[in-house]
């Protein structure tokens, strides 16, 4: 297996990209982008292999998906080692990731076998008809750096199980398990079904144009933006960030500021579904500096114990930079970060105008924004009031109070007295700003597919 951290193994064409350690900020290697020669390369070859992928029968497709589970297990301690040199992230989460990767691919393909379509029937009169669920075709799969392999399991396993052909773009810090998941794709799954294509963002430009069936997108705002513009008439699936509301009631549950804490710290905080904006429902001025305060004593915690890793790329750690400097809040709490790396601690920022950088952006880092709110009804409205509406979170012993204050935040996924709780089986989508598309569960089959509907006259 090649090493993809050698630019002897990467295509020429363009200059080599610098991969950074970011627990340290050391170098640890290079890869030299794709351009125009690799792009049309990878679709080329996804499209001569996606026919006979596509043929195969659902059973069949289900059996080889489940071998490739099988390698990802069996080879985990490499998945292990590229996951956390890309990312920084501790190794218990990078290990838990890699078993959920698993679990995708285990879980579409057995989900493709029990697919459901309009049932068969006379519609019209003296005739039949049916309707089959066919795959788009080549799926371009472009997807950040912050879950290197996890996100690549939420686009590639339904689209593969679908029987589309993959050509995996991914992010060009975090390159290393995106090759080694298209090695063991290679063969479990057959040439060509999903091949990996390292690069920049010009890279992602390239395949955007080359013409795919489906562009399955997971970024920011403006890159989704971006790509929905070069994609014209092209479908696409965007997952574009989240910047998730908590509405925290006064009797919300003892373990609330744990919880949110180590859900906030997760991966450092660069989840698109993580905790951002705190929202405390509290009668008094002193209710609410009671609840920032034990937020900044659980975030302080987490950061004392090193239980998470640092930020992944020195752009990202510039932009978390400038979003923290630009925000007129009081830092309840922070510390002093770490001379090496990308490290930022936990932080808490509190008493924030409803427009501030800080509320308005999603910060993408270990940082949690406290907003004060006198009821729920105020609490909504500040939940309610930035563009993003991807994931949120209620928290209360009041289960009745609860489940109506999900019914008003509009948000593809709302927890109730937990955050980040996620299965296969369930969907995952964003609204607004935050796109359009459904990762996760069988209904995520439905974006690469298409209906084909069949009527024969019977007379």
């Known amino acids: 297996m090649t090493d993809p951290n050698t630019e002897a193994t990467a295509p020429a064409g363009a200059e ?65 080692a590229a996951e956390c040199a890309g990312t920084g992230k501790p190794a218990a989460e990078a290990a838990g990731e890699i078993a959920e990767v698993a679990d995708l691919f285990r879980f579409y393909g057995g989900a493709v076998r029990a697919g459901s379509s309009p049932a068969a029937g006379d519609y019209l009169a003296g005739h039949q008809s049916w309707v089959r669920w066919e795959p788009v075709g080549t799926v371009a799969a472009v997807v950040p750096w912050n879950y290197p392999l996890l996100m690549a399991g939420w686009r590639c396993a339904p689209a593969l199980a679908a029987g589309n052909a993959v050509v995996l773009k991914p992010a060009e810090s975090t390159p290393d398990s995106a090759l080694l998941l298209a090695a063991h794709a290679e063969q479990a799954l057959g040439a060509g079904v999903l091949t990996a294509l390292p690069g920049d963002r010009e890279t992602g430009r390239l395949l955007v144009g080359a013409g795919c069936d489906l562009v399955a997108f997971t970024g920011s705002p403006a890159g989704g933006a971006d790509v929905a513009a070069r994609a014209g008439l092209t479908p696409v699936s965007l997952e574009l960030g989240g910047n998730s509301p908590v509405l925290v009631l006064p009797d919300a549950p003892a373990d609330t500021w744990e919880q949110l804490a180590a859900a906030c710290t997760y991966n450092a905080g660069q989840s698109c579904a993580a905790p951002a904006r705190v929202i405390v429902v509290a009668d008094t001025a002193e209710a609410y500096r009671a609840a920032v305060a034990a937020l900044a004593a659980a975030m302080a915690q987490r950061w004392s114990g090193r239980d998470f890793g640092p930020l992944n790329n020195p752009d990202q750690a510039a932009r978390y930079d400038r979003i923290v400097a630009a925000s007129g809040a009081r830092a309840v709490h922070t510390a002093p970060g770490r001379a090496d790396g990308l490290w930022r601690p936990a932080t808490v920022l509190a008493d924030l105008p409803a427009d501030d950088p800080a509320v308005r952006e999603e910060v993408f880092g270990p940082l949690l924004t406290v907003q004060h709110a006198a009821d729920p009804d105020a609490a909504v409205a500040l939940a309610e009031s930035v563009p993003q509406a991807l994931a949120a979170s209620v928290w209360t012993a009041d289960l009745s109070t609860g489940l109506a204050l999900t019914d008003r935040i509009s948000a593809g996924e709302v927890w109730l007295n937990c955050h980040l709780a996620q299965s296969a089986e369930l969907p995952h989508s964003g609204r607004r700003s935050s796109g359009a598309g459904t990762d996760l569960s069988a209904l995520a089959l439905r974006d690469y597919q298409r209906p084909k509907t069949v009527t024969a006259r019977l007379v």
């Open 16 to 80: 080599p990209t610098v991969l950074l350690d970011p627990r340290t900020g050391e170098v640890r290697g290079a890869q030299r982008p794709g351009r125009a020669a690799e792009v049309a390369a990878a679709v080329a070859g996804a499209r001569a292999a996606q026919r006979s992928w596509a043929a195969l029968t659902p059973r069949e497709r289900h059996r080889r998906l489940a071998a490739l589970a099988d390698l990802v297990e069996r080879h985990a301690a490499d998945y292990l």
